[in-house]
């Protein structure tokens, strides 16, 4: 006959139940306290590049309310008080404030719009459609964005001079062709046109096919299929664009001959005067600058990290 197996004991049992409950618990706390310090770590590196990348914002705030002193002297606390740099903000010497808004406004309304409205049409059909060398056109297109956007500068030029968008024989035409001539090359964005069609990659093919059952065109197809369901996307490339063309610098000073139609951010150093510079002015016209910024990003910045996160999955 075969022994049996003696039985545990039932103390001995609970005694092992025991033990495991201990070690587990001490595993449990050192995962814990690994997981803290790396946290606290972590923390502290994104809480230092943080403080990195905000003080000179914060040193640009500080600036525009100092009456004197030196704006080149690194600060925590400004030297004093005072609403004068913001009073010759808005008073203006040579172009004024609320004129600048407004072209800024025009200039970012048009841009947005038209830049937009390519972008979404574009991605529709390399996205859905079905051509020959569909594939090889959007890497084509992809391949140049490694060149730099100064690179376009002396075509772009050349295009706007060639299309009559510069000449001075019509003061009313005039001001319509050189907000032209500002918005026109940046229309075409390959940015735009990749997250937009990344976008349309995750719609079904379902839901085109059952449109076109039911008799749409590809236009309505687009309009009331692809657009409703890419919403996040497109409103995240908007703020994108909107960005983009109220900070528009260069290429304004460069195309734009009539001061008069300076944007914000092209007009700031126009502020204090054409033979003196007043440095603490130009930091408080970047502040009102910056303002509508964040406004639109405090709005926006639901569908912007949904918009983003949808193109990057798609």
Known sequence: MLEQPAAT????????????????????????????????????????????????????????????????QAKLWPSGWSLKNYAEVF???????????????IICTLGV??????????????????????????????????????????????????????RQDN??????????????????????????????????????????IDGAKELTIWRRVMLPLALPTIVAFSILEFVAYWNSFLWARIVLRDKELLPLSAGLLELSGTFSTNSRAVMAGAVLTILPILVVFAFGQKYFMKGIEGAVKG
């Open 9 to 72: 004991p039932p103390k001995r049992q609970a005694a092992t139940a025991q033990e495991t409950a201990h070690v587990a618990s001490g595993l449990r706390a050192r995962k814990r306290r690994k997981d803290r310090l790396i946290n606290g770590v972590a923390y502290f590196v994104l809480g230092m590049i943080a403080l990195i990348m905000l003080y000179p914002f914060y040193w640009t705030l500080i600036t525009s309310f100092e009456p004197t002193g030196n704006i080149y």
């Open 171 to 212: 003061p009313v035409l005039n001001v319509l062709a050189q907000y032209a001539a500002v918005v026109l090359p940046g229309m075409a964005s390959i940015v735009g046109l990749f997250l937009i069609r990344q976008a349309y990659l995750g719609i079904p093919m379902e839901l085109i096919e059952a449109a076109r």
């Open 91 to 105: 008073r203006g010497t040579t172009v004024p404030f609320w004129r600048m808004v407004l072209n800024s406004v």
């Open 113 to 166: 719009t038209l830049t937009v409205s390519f972008a979404a049409l574009a991605a529709y059909p390399l996205a859905k459609m079905r051509f020959p060398g569909r594939d090889l056109i959007f890497y084509a297109i992809l391949t140049l964005m490694v060149l730099p956007n100064e690179a376009g500068l002396i075509v772009n030029y050349s295009t706007t001079v060639n299309l009559g968008l510069l």
